[in-house]
């Protein structure tokens, strides 16, 4: 069974930064890309960030284009959001999956890290 856990969360002001990692593992994880997700208070959630493996290529909502960056270590199964000029709207719960033309691989996600950014 595939096991996501995200971890780095917190609570800082608007302004600040914030580096999230994702470890993917367990029988059958296989995902050739990966991606960070969102829930906001009251919101569905939403894809922010993607990476290919194949290339290294990326993807980014406009929400979030020029303030965050995806990378990750694809034979460690490794994924990182940096974060920069959080915003309160950046307030959520994030979590990381594999991604399949732009939805979620995998069905059991992992617990998500609280980011809440204060004004």
């Known amino acids: 069974q595939v096991q996501l856990a995200e971890s780095g969360g917190g609570l800082v002001q608007a302004g600040g930064s914030l580096r999230l990692s994702c470890a993917a593992s367990?029988?059958?994880?296989?995902?050739?890309?990966m991606g960070w997700f969102r829930q906001g208070p009251g919101k569905e959630r939403e894809l922010v960030a993607v990476?290919?493996?194949?290339?290294?290529?990326?993807w980014y909502a406009d929400s979030v284009k020029g303030r965050f960056t995806i990378s990750g270590d694809n034979a460690k199964n490794t994924v990182i959001l940096q974060m920069n000029s959080l915003n309160p709207e950046d307030t959520a719960v994030y979590y990381c999956?594999?991604?399949?033309?732009?939805?979620?691989?995998?069905?059991?996600w992992g617990q998500g890290t609280q980011v809440t950014v204060s004004s």
């Open positions: 999956n594999g991604v399949v033309r732009g939805k979620p691989r995998y069905d059991n």
């Open positions: 367990g029988r059958g994880f296989s995902s050739s890309t």
């Open positions: 990476i290919a493996w194949s290339d290294n290529s990326t």
